[in-house]
Protein backbone atom coordinates (compact mmCIF):
# COMPACT_ATOMS: atom_id res chain seq x y z
CA UNK A 1 0.00 0.00 0.00
CA UNK A 2 1.36 3.49 -0.94
CA UNK A 3 0.09 5.23 2.38
CA UNK A 4 0.56 8.71 3.21
CA UNK A 5 0.09 9.46 6.62
CA UNK A 6 -1.34 12.39 8.00
CA UNK A 7 1.92 14.39 8.97
CA UNK A 8 2.98 13.60 5.55
CA UNK A 9 0.29 15.48 3.79
CA UNK A 10 -0.01 18.54 6.56
CA UNK A 11 -2.41 17.38 9.07
CA UNK A 12 -2.07 17.15 12.62
CA UNK A 13 -0.80 13.76 13.47
CA UNK A 14 -4.00 12.16 15.45
CA UNK A 15 -7.19 13.08 14.59
CA UNK A 16 -9.84 14.64 17.62
CA UNK A 17 -12.96 12.35 16.16
CA UNK A 18 -15.03 10.14 18.67
CA UNK A 19 -13.58 6.66 19.01
CA UNK A 20 -15.07 3.91 16.84
CA UNK A 21 -14.27 0.00 18.32
CA UNK A 22 -14.97 -1.71 14.72
CA UNK A 23 -17.18 -1.28 12.25
CA UNK A 24 -19.75 -3.01 10.27
CA UNK A 25 -17.97 -2.53 6.70
CA UNK A 26 -16.59 0.50 4.34
CA UNK A 27 -18.21 2.58 2.33
CA UNK A 28 -16.86 4.08 -0.66
CA UNK A 29 -17.39 8.07 -1.71
CA UNK A 30 -16.59 10.27 -4.51
CA UNK A 31 -15.83 14.17 -4.69
CA UNK A 32 -19.39 14.91 -6.57
CA UNK A 33 -17.70 18.18 -7.75
CA UNK A 34 -15.36 18.84 -10.74
CA UNK A 35 -12.20 17.46 -10.62
CA UNK A 36 -9.29 17.06 -12.99
CA UNK A 37 -6.32 14.86 -12.86
CA UNK A 38 -2.95 16.52 -11.59
CA UNK A 39 0.54 14.93 -10.87
CA UNK A 40 0.48 13.10 -7.77
CA UNK A 41 3.14 15.80 -6.31
CA UNK A 42 -0.41 18.38 -6.23
CA UNK A 43 -2.80 15.60 -4.24
CA UNK A 44 -1.90 16.07 -1.28
CA UNK A 45 -2.22 20.12 -2.17
CA UNK A 46 -6.36 18.79 -3.13
CA UNK A 47 -6.40 16.82 0.33
CA UNK A 48 -5.32 19.53 1.81
CA UNK A 49 -7.80 22.01 1.01
CA UNK A 50 -10.73 19.25 1.30
CA UNK A 51 -9.76 19.32 5.24
CA UNK A 52 -10.20 22.90 5.16
CA UNK A 53 -13.46 23.15 3.40
CA UNK A 54 -14.71 20.26 6.42
CA UNK A 55 -13.27 22.34 8.90
CA UNK A 56 -15.22 25.72 7.60
CA UNK A 57 -18.28 24.21 7.10
CA UNK A 58 -20.45 25.51 9.98
CA UNK A 59 -23.51 23.32 9.09
CA UNK A 60 -21.79 20.13 9.46
CA UNK A 61 -19.84 21.01 12.32
CA UNK A 62 -17.01 18.88 11.56
CA UNK A 63 -13.96 18.01 13.86
CA UNK A 64 -11.07 16.85 11.11
CA UNK A 65 -11.47 16.02 7.46
CA UNK A 66 -14.68 13.90 7.27
CA UNK A 67 -13.44 10.88 5.37
CA UNK A 68 -11.64 7.78 7.14
CA UNK A 69 -9.03 7.66 4.10
CA UNK A 70 -9.02 9.06 0.55
CA UNK A 71 -7.25 7.55 -2.55
CA UNK A 72 -5.76 9.38 -5.54
CA UNK A 73 -5.90 8.93 -9.42
CA UNK A 74 -1.98 6.91 -8.53
CA UNK A 75 -3.07 4.80 -5.86
CA UNK A 76 -1.52 6.91 -2.98
CA UNK A 77 -3.37 6.52 0.26
CA UNK A 78 -4.26 9.64 2.06
CA UNK A 79 -4.69 8.95 6.05
CA UNK A 80 -7.77 10.85 6.74
CA UNK A 81 -8.89 10.48 10.13
CA UNK A 82 -7.77 6.77 10.07
CA UNK A 83 -8.15 3.94 12.00
CA UNK A 84 -10.84 3.58 14.90
CA UNK A 85 -12.18 6.61 14.12
CA UNK A 86 -15.74 7.50 12.95
CA UNK A 87 -16.07 9.21 10.27
CA UNK A 88 -17.88 12.50 9.39
CA UNK A 89 -19.05 11.11 5.81
CA UNK A 90 -21.63 8.66 5.44
CA UNK A 91 -24.40 10.88 6.18
CA UNK A 92 -25.94 10.92 10.03
CA UNK A 93 -25.05 10.03 12.96
CA UNK A 94 -25.53 6.21 12.73
CA UNK A 95 -24.22 5.75 9.73
CA UNK A 96 -21.30 6.96 11.22
CA UNK A 97 -21.07 4.97 13.72
CA UNK A 98 -21.50 1.75 11.02
CA UNK A 99 -18.74 2.06 8.55
CA UNK A 100 -16.10 3.51 7.84
CA UNK A 101 -15.40 5.99 4.65
CA UNK A 102 -13.11 6.19 1.64
CA UNK A 103 -13.31 8.88 -0.71
CA UNK A 104 -11.92 8.55 -4.03
CA UNK A 105 -10.47 11.53 -5.97
CA UNK A 106 -12.51 11.46 -8.74
CA UNK A 107 -14.94 14.32 -9.63
CA UNK A 108 -18.85 14.90 -10.98
CA UNK A 109 -16.60 16.33 -14.40
CA UNK A 110 -13.43 16.22 -15.52
CA UNK A 111 -11.94 13.06 -13.95
CA UNK A 112 -15.10 10.95 -13.57
CA UNK A 113 -13.36 7.47 -14.23
CA UNK A 114 -11.13 5.47 -11.78
CA UNK A 115 -8.02 4.25 -13.03
CA UNK A 116 -6.31 1.05 -12.35
CA UNK A 117 -4.19 2.63 -9.57
CA UNK A 118 -6.88 4.38 -7.86
CA UNK A 119 -8.82 0.89 -7.76
CA UNK A 120 -6.19 -0.85 -6.45
CA UNK A 121 -5.55 2.02 -3.91
CA UNK A 122 -9.16 1.81 -2.88
CA UNK A 123 -9.14 -1.93 -2.42
CA UNK A 124 -5.42 -1.48 -0.33
CA UNK A 125 -7.32 0.85 2.01
CA UNK A 126 -10.29 -1.23 2.40
CA UNK A 127 -8.20 -4.47 3.49
CA UNK A 128 -5.95 -1.68 5.53
CA UNK A 129 -9.64 -1.31 7.64
CA UNK A 130 -9.95 -4.72 7.70
CA UNK A 131 -6.73 -5.45 8.62
CA UNK A 132 -5.99 -3.09 10.96
CA UNK A 133 -9.16 -1.98 11.88
CA UNK A 134 -11.45 -4.29 12.60
CA UNK A 135 -13.92 -3.39 9.90
CA UNK A 136 -16.44 -6.18 8.95
CA UNK A 137 -16.29 -8.03 5.14
CA UNK A 138 -19.04 -5.50 3.62
CA UNK A 139 -17.82 -3.10 0.77
CA UNK A 140 -20.68 -0.37 -0.57
CA UNK A 141 -21.22 2.84 -1.75
CA UNK A 142 -22.67 6.21 0.08
CA UNK A 143 -25.74 5.71 -1.37
CA UNK A 144 -26.29 2.33 0.21
CA UNK A 145 -28.92 3.32 2.81
CA UNK A 146 -28.45 6.87 2.15
CA UNK A 147 -30.21 9.57 -0.34
CA UNK A 148 -27.22 10.49 -2.67
CA UNK A 149 -25.97 9.77 -5.98
CA UNK A 150 -22.35 9.35 -4.29
CA UNK A 151 -20.05 7.67 -5.12
CA UNK A 152 -21.23 7.96 -9.10
CA UNK A 153 -22.19 5.56 -11.55
CA UNK A 154 -18.75 4.87 -13.01
CA UNK A 155 -17.35 4.07 -9.06
CA UNK A 156 -20.66 2.24 -8.04
CA UNK A 157 -20.85 -0.35 -10.78
CA UNK A 158 -17.19 -1.49 -9.36
CA UNK A 159 -18.28 -1.01 -5.95
CA UNK A 160 -21.29 -3.42 -6.96
CA UNK A 161 -18.87 -6.49 -8.72
CA UNK A 162 -17.31 -6.43 -4.88
CA UNK A 163 -14.91 -4.05 -5.01
CA UNK A 164 -12.13 -6.01 -7.15
CA UNK A 165 -8.25 -5.51 -8.12
CA UNK A 166 -7.87 -4.41 -11.93
CA UNK A 167 -6.00 -7.56 -12.45
CA UNK A 168 -8.35 -9.83 -10.59
CA UNK A 169 -9.56 -12.31 -12.43
CA UNK A 170 -7.42 -11.42 -16.01
CA UNK A 171 -4.93 -14.46 -17.17
CA UNK A 172 -5.06 -17.29 -19.57
CA UNK A 173 -7.89 -15.68 -21.83
CA UNK A 174 -6.16 -12.58 -22.94
CA UNK A 175 -2.46 -14.06 -23.43
CA UNK A 176 -1.24 -13.26 -19.88
CA UNK A 177 -0.44 -14.95 -16.72
CA UNK A 178 -2.79 -15.63 -14.08
CA UNK A 179 -1.71 -14.24 -10.74
CA UNK A 180 0.28 -16.43 -8.78
CA UNK A 181 0.01 -16.82 -4.96
CA UNK A 182 1.44 -18.60 -2.20
CA UNK A 183 0.15 -20.33 1.06
CA UNK A 184 2.35 -19.95 4.46
CA UNK A 185 3.77 -22.45 5.58
CA UNK A 186 4.84 -23.03 9.22
CA UNK A 187 8.17 -21.23 9.41
CA UNK A 188 8.06 -18.87 7.31
CA UNK A 189 8.71 -15.23 7.24
CA UNK A 190 8.14 -12.51 4.80
CA UNK A 191 11.97 -12.12 3.79
CA UNK A 192 12.14 -15.83 3.59
CA UNK A 193 9.09 -15.53 1.59
CA UNK A 194 10.64 -13.12 -0.77
CA UNK A 195 14.11 -14.72 -1.26
CA UNK A 196 12.39 -18.16 -2.36
CA UNK A 197 10.15 -16.51 -4.46
CA UNK A 198 13.21 -13.82 -6.24
CA UNK A 199 10.80 -10.84 -4.96
CA UNK A 200 11.58 -7.64 -3.09
CA UNK A 201 10.03 -7.85 -0.10
CA UNK A 202 8.99 -4.60 0.21
CA UNK A 203 6.79 -5.40 -2.88
CA UNK A 204 5.72 -8.39 -0.91
CA UNK A 205 4.75 -6.53 1.65
CA UNK A 206 2.94 -3.83 -0.42
CA UNK A 207 0.65 -6.10 -2.43
CA UNK A 208 -0.60 -8.08 0.23
CA UNK A 209 -1.56 -4.52 2.69
CA UNK A 210 0.95 -6.39 5.36
CA UNK A 211 2.46 -3.68 7.54
CA UNK A 212 5.06 -4.42 10.68
CA UNK A 213 5.70 -6.68 12.11
CA UNK A 214 4.54 -8.27 9.09
CA UNK A 215 2.52 -10.91 10.90
CA UNK A 216 1.88 -13.71 8.49
CA UNK A 217 -0.25 -17.06 9.63
CA UNK A 218 -0.26 -20.93 8.39
CA UNK A 219 -2.56 -21.55 5.25
CA UNK A 220 -2.35 -17.29 4.52
CA UNK A 221 -2.49 -17.17 0.90
CA UNK A 222 -0.40 -14.10 -0.56
CA UNK A 223 -0.34 -12.66 -3.56
CA UNK A 224 2.99 -12.63 -4.97
CA UNK A 225 4.33 -9.38 -7.42
CA UNK A 226 4.95 -9.93 -11.31
CA UNK A 227 8.11 -8.44 -11.33
CA UNK A 228 7.80 -9.28 -15.66
CA UNK A 229 11.62 -8.72 -16.17
CA UNK A 230 11.64 -5.21 -14.55
CA UNK A 231 11.65 -5.29 -11.14
CA UNK A 232 13.59 -2.35 -10.01
CA UNK A 233 16.74 -2.37 -8.24
CA UNK A 234 18.99 0.18 -5.87
CA UNK A 235 22.37 1.43 -6.83
CA UNK A 236 25.09 0.34 -3.85
CA UNK A 237 24.13 2.70 -0.67
CA UNK A 238 26.67 5.66 -0.94
CA UNK A 239 26.88 5.79 2.78
CA UNK A 240 25.79 8.77 5.31
CA UNK A 241 28.31 11.00 4.57
CA UNK A 242 26.50 11.87 1.26
CA UNK A 243 23.83 13.37 2.70
CA UNK A 244 24.87 16.15 4.91
CA UNK A 245 22.91 19.45 4.51
CA UNK A 246 24.75 22.22 2.65
CA UNK A 247 26.64 19.83 1.02
CA UNK A 248 27.18 18.29 -2.67
CA UNK A 249 27.31 15.13 -3.85
CA UNK A 250 26.52 12.95 -7.06
CA UNK A 251 24.37 10.71 -4.76
CA UNK A 252 21.80 13.32 -3.95
CA UNK A 253 21.16 14.34 -7.41
CA UNK A 254 20.35 10.71 -7.94
CA UNK A 255 18.15 10.67 -4.96
CA UNK A 256 16.26 13.49 -6.14
CA UNK A 257 15.76 11.92 -9.54
CA UNK A 258 13.79 8.53 -7.57
CA UNK A 259 12.01 11.71 -5.13
CA UNK A 260 10.83 13.02 -8.44
CA UNK A 261 9.92 9.59 -10.08
CA UNK A 262 7.95 9.05 -6.90
CA UNK A 263 6.23 12.65 -6.26
CA UNK A 264 8.06 13.42 -2.93
CA UNK A 265 8.48 16.81 -4.21
CA UNK A 266 6.34 19.44 -2.17
CA UNK A 267 8.93 21.08 -0.65
CA UNK A 268 10.69 23.80 -2.43
CA UNK A 269 11.68 27.44 -3.06
CA UNK A 270 9.22 28.32 -5.59
CA UNK A 271 10.68 27.05 -8.81
CA UNK A 272 9.55 23.63 -8.43
CA UNK A 273 11.07 20.68 -6.60
CA UNK A 274 14.97 20.17 -9.16
CA UNK A 275 16.77 17.17 -9.10
CA UNK A 276 20.95 18.48 -8.00
CA UNK A 277 23.81 17.62 -6.00
CA UNK A 278 22.91 19.42 -3.00
CA UNK A 279 21.39 18.51 -0.13
CA UNK A 280 19.14 21.25 1.19
CA UNK A 281 16.23 21.31 3.89
CA UNK A 282 13.85 21.04 0.62
CA UNK A 283 15.63 17.39 0.14
CA UNK A 284 15.62 16.62 3.88
CA UNK A 285 12.28 17.65 3.87
CA UNK A 286 11.01 15.74 1.20
CA UNK A 287 12.69 12.20 1.77
CA UNK A 288 11.03 12.73 5.17
CA UNK A 289 8.03 12.69 3.39
CA UNK A 290 9.04 9.53 1.54
CA UNK A 291 9.57 7.77 5.02
CA UNK A 292 5.89 8.87 6.71
CA UNK A 293 4.58 7.54 3.73
CA UNK A 294 6.53 4.07 4.92
CA UNK A 295 5.47 1.84 7.66
CA UNK A 296 8.99 0.30 7.72
CA UNK A 297 10.50 4.10 7.92
CA UNK A 298 7.75 6.23 9.92
CA UNK A 299 8.91 5.87 13.56
CA UNK A 300 12.11 7.65 12.84
CA UNK A 301 11.21 10.44 9.15
CA UNK A 302 14.41 12.51 10.33
CA UNK A 303 14.81 12.51 6.49
CA UNK A 304 18.56 12.10 6.29
CA UNK A 305 18.41 8.58 3.79
CA UNK A 306 19.80 5.28 5.64
CA UNK A 307 20.76 2.11 3.52
CA UNK A 308 16.68 1.10 3.50
CA UNK A 309 15.31 4.42 2.50
CA UNK A 310 17.76 4.35 -0.53
CA UNK A 311 16.99 1.18 -1.25
CA UNK A 312 13.07 2.05 -0.89
CA UNK A 313 13.59 4.96 -2.96
CA UNK A 314 15.17 3.34 -6.08
CA UNK A 315 12.25 0.22 -5.99
CA UNK A 316 9.01 1.17 -5.30
CA UNK A 317 7.05 1.93 -7.90
Known amino acids: MRFVDREAWGAPPSSPAAYLPSAHGVKIHYLGSPYTSRKHSLCDDYVRAVRADHLANVKENYVDIAYNALVCEHGYVFEGRGLHRQTGANGNQNLNRKDYAVCALLGSSGLTTPTDAMLNGLRDAIEWFRTHG?????????????????PGDALYAWVKRGAPRPDAGKGTDDGGT??????????????????????????????????????????????????????????????????????????????????????????????????????????????SDLQRSRPELASDPDGYPGPLTWELAHTLS
Open 134 to 150: DAGTWVGGHRDGYATTC
Open 178 to 287: AEEKYTVAAGDTLIGIARRLKVGWNELAKVNGLKPPYTLYVGQEIRVPQTGGGHRTAPPYPGREAFVLGRRHPAVAELDRQLVRLGFTRHHDGNGYQPGPLFTEYTRRNV
